[in-house]
């Protein structure tokens, strides 16, 4: 079955970076554009980034433009998330989620359970 | 303040059947498909409806999907108290290239 397991979370100061990981494994990694979306507490879900299926192609939402870096490593089954230059608003659950390999319909089928990212001094 | 505009809550009884609605605009729900996520609480979104009105497998057919122009809707009948939950309307947006969340709507099953 699919699965999609985060780590990399933590508590770190504003300014500072974190490196998120996503490994997956039952399916075919390769095949499945990737996307990172967060959720600050009791707040609703807010997209992060998309990477193409072959790490070609990659989009962000304007909040983390320029400061996030999405990535995959098709040969570790892993997707990345680079953040820098965290903000106390970045404080959020971050889930990794996989977008489906068929049609244009840009549907997420499967998501992690999600690493707690907290930045505050 | 989310471009895809859901409404913050709803409440219906068991055993009825109520809508929540998804409103956004020709770059987004107007030109590409609507998704629909349920998320219970403490758990991950898990998806309900696909491509504007289709259900995945697995997903019950009490719950449906629909829309027009520029407006989604998701509707959800003979509600059961497991149906409490958060519910998030999606599209891609070909103006922001970027993928949009609305809101999110909370139901409770009075």
């Known amino acids: 079955q699919v699965q999609l397991v985060e780590s990399g979370g933590g508590v770190v100061q504003p300014g500072r970076s974190l490196r998120l990981s996503c490994a997956a494994s039952?399916?075919?990694?390769?095949?499945?554009?990737m996307h990172w979306v967060r959720q600050a507490p009791g707040k609703g879900l807010g997209w992060v980034a998309v990477v193409s299926y072959d790490g070609f192609n990659k989009y962000y939402a304007d909040s983390v433009k320029g400061r996030f870096t999405i990535s995959r490593d098709n040969s570790k089954n892993t997707l990345y998330l680079q953040v820098n230059s965290l903000r106390v608003e970045d404080t959020a659950v971050y889930f990794c989620?996989?977008?489906?390999?068929?049609?244009?319909?840009?549907?997420?089928?499967?998501w992690g359970q999600g690493t707690l990212v907290t930045v505050s001094s | 303040q989310s471009v895809l505009t859901q409404p913050p809550s709803v409440s219906e009884a068991p055993r009825q059947r109520v809508t929540i609605s998804c409103s956004g605009s020709s770059s987004n729900i107007g030109n590409n498909a609507v998704n629909w996520y349920q998320q219970l609480p403490g758990e991950a979104p898990k998806l309900l409806i696909y491509?504007?009105?289709l259900l995945p497998s697995g997903v019950s057919d009490r719950f449906s999907g629909s829309k027009s122009g520029t407006s989604a809707s998701l509707a959800i009948s003979g509600l059961q108290s497991e149906d409490e939950a958060d519910y998030y309307c999606?599209?891609?947006?070909?103006?922001?290239?970027?993928?949009?969340f609305g809101g999110g709507t909370r139901l409770t099953v009075l």
């Open positions: 491509y504007d009105d």
């Open positions: 989620a996989r977008e489906g390999a068929v049609g244009a319909t840009r549907k997420i089928d499967s």
């Open positions: 999606s599209a891609w947006d070909d103006s922001l290239d970027g993928l949009l």
């Open positions: 039952g399916f075919t990694f390769s095949s499945h554009p």
